[in-house]
């Protein structure tokens, strides 16, 4: 993954780091609003002027250390949602990331928890970037991607066209990507053809889909892990995209692991 500059650990900058967790939604929720059972929802517009909510509320938030070692930490985050908290989530929650090292690479469990005395939606996503230098390769096979409209929003899913079929290992290249793929099939690799490196990435069921963004002219890209479409819960009948009811108490828990190999 890319490096975190120390002034973006000192300034809290979290888009300057090298991974955070999408949690309790990955993406985009439309204009901030949502209604679920009956209830209408407004969410705080929390991308500086951006028209939508993104990525949740916890990647925003402090988290606590509740355990470290030489090779593996648990972070936790618990959400209540009084006052103002409510615009960032209106359900009260429990999450937790494990960081887990080995001689293999690395394990990343996370787990989002209803702490609420309703169901709640949810959903668990991970955003690592990864440096984008001369030569690299993408793999990863998916059966369909939604396209953007003006909005940032996905419209229908259409199968994937070439320009954005990485089925085979090829160079990423310019394909202006910022879209969220159906039918992932769990697995991607990421090949440093200079460096003779190449990242492997795994990732549990829950993780039906892939976001995949290469912004022009940028020197990061990310493939990022989610269980839901973006703007899933606007959709009619949200579970069939990826998004999760979960009753009070009921948790989700799912891990993605990367596996670093050399390449001769």
């Known amino acids: 993954?890319?490096?975190?500059?120390?002034?973006?650990?000192?300034?809290?900058?979290?888009?300057?780091?090298?991974?955070?967790?999408?949690?309790?939604?990955?993406?985009?929720?439309?204009?901030g609003r949502f209604s679920f059972e009956g209830v209408e929802h407004r969410?705080?517009?929390?991308?500086g002027d951006h028209p939508h909510s993104i990525h949740g509320n916890a990647w925003q938030k402090p988290w606590q250390v509740m355990?470290?070692?030489?090779?593996?930490?648990?972070?936790?985050?618990?959400?209540?949602?009084?006052?103002?908290?409510?615009?960032?989530?209106?359900f009260a929650y429990r999450a937790e990331q494990l960081f887990e090292l080995s001689p293999n690479g690395l394990m990343l469990t996370l787990m989002l928890e209803n702490e609420d005395h309703?169901?709640?939606p949810?959903?668990?996503?991970?955003?690592?970037?990864?440096p984008r230098r001369p030569g690299v390769r993408l793999q990863f096979t998916a059966e369909r991607v939604y396209p953007n409209g003006e909005d940032s929003l996905p419209v229908d899913s259409i199968l994937v066209p070439d320009d954005w079929s990485y089925r085979t290992m090829r160079e990423?290249?310019?394909p202006r990507l910022d879209n969220c793929f159906a039918g992932w099939d769990g697995t991607a690799r990421i090949a440093y053809i200079q460096e003779?490196?190449?990242?492997?990435?795994?990732?549990?069921?829950?993780?039906?889909h892939l976001v995949v963004y290469v912004p022009s002219g940028?020197?990061?890209?990310?493939?990022e892990p989610v269980s839901h479409m973006n703007d899933a819960i606007n959709r009619p009948e949200p579970v069939r995209h990826g998004l999760k009811v979960l009753k009070p108490g009921e948790r989700l828990t799912a891990q993605v692991r990367f596996g670093v190999e050399a390449l001769s």
């Not at 650990?9 to 204009?31: E, F, K």
């Not at 593996?72 to 209106?90: K, Q, T």
């Not at 949810?122 to 990864?130: E, K, N, Q, S, V």
């Not at 490196?197 to 039906?208: R, T």
Request: net charge negative.
């Open 118 to 120: 309703r169901a709640m």
């Open 122 to 130: 949810a959903g668990l996503g991970l955003h690592p970037f990864f």
């Open 1 to 31: 993954m890319r490096e975190t500059p120390e002034g973006a650990l000192r300034d809290g900058l979290v888009r300057q780091t090298s991974c955070y967790a999408l949690i309790p939604y990955s993406n985009r929720i439309a204009q």
């Open 43 to 47: 969410l705080a517009l929390n991308f």
């Open 67 to 90: 355990e470290a070692g030489e090779a593996s930490c648990r972070l936790v985050f618990v959400h209540n949602p009084r006052g103002d908290e409510a615009r960032g989530w209106p």
């Open 218 to 223: 940028r020197d990061f890209f990310a493939v």
């Open 172 to 174: 990423l290249g310019e």
């Open 196 to 208: 003779k490196i190449a990242l492997h990435i795994e990732a549990d069921s829950l993780f039906g």
